[in-house]
Nanobody
Framework: QVQLVESGGGLVQAGGSLRLSCTAS????????MGWFRQSPGKEREFVAS????????YYRNSVKGRFTISRDNAKNVVYLQMNSLKPDDTAVYYC?????????????????WGQGTQVTVSS
């Protein structure tokens, strides 16, 4: 079993930046692909970014390419999401997730463990 805890959310003006962190408990973190998802009120949860088990590969949804960066520090059991040039459309609850696969994946069904989420609000 893996427990994930997100932090770093908050309120920021459009054009600003935030860095989200996801800290994992337990063993085997370095064997999991990790992902970030987000959900706005009244909408389905959507994929944001994923990173392979060793950080060698990443993948992003088109709307965040060039603005968001996913990274990981396996020695610390932490995954990050650096978010720059934030837009009001980025407002959502952001969730960290862990997959038993080792390559990047973009579908929710591939992720077995989820954090509680952290709120990101971008004002105009």
């Amino acid at each position: 079993q893996v427990q994930l805890v997100e932090s770093g959310g908050g309120l920021v003006q459009a054009g600003g930046s935030l860095r989200l962190s996801c800290t994992a408990s337990g063993h085997g973190f370095s064997t999991y692909a990790m992902g970030w998802f987000r959900q706005s009120p009244g909408k389905e949860r959507e994929f944001v970014a994923s990173i392979s088990y060793n950080g060698g590969s990443t993948y992003y949804r088109n709307s965040v390419k060039g603005r968001f960066t996913i990274s990981r520090d396996n020695a610390k059991n932490v995954v990050y999401l650096q978010m720059n040039s934030l837009k009001p459309d980025d407002t959502a609850v952001y969730y960290c997730a862990a997959s038993r696969r080792i390559v990047v994946v973009i579908t929710e069904g591939a992720y077995a463990y989820w954090g509680q989420g952290t709120q990101v609000t971008v004002s105009s």
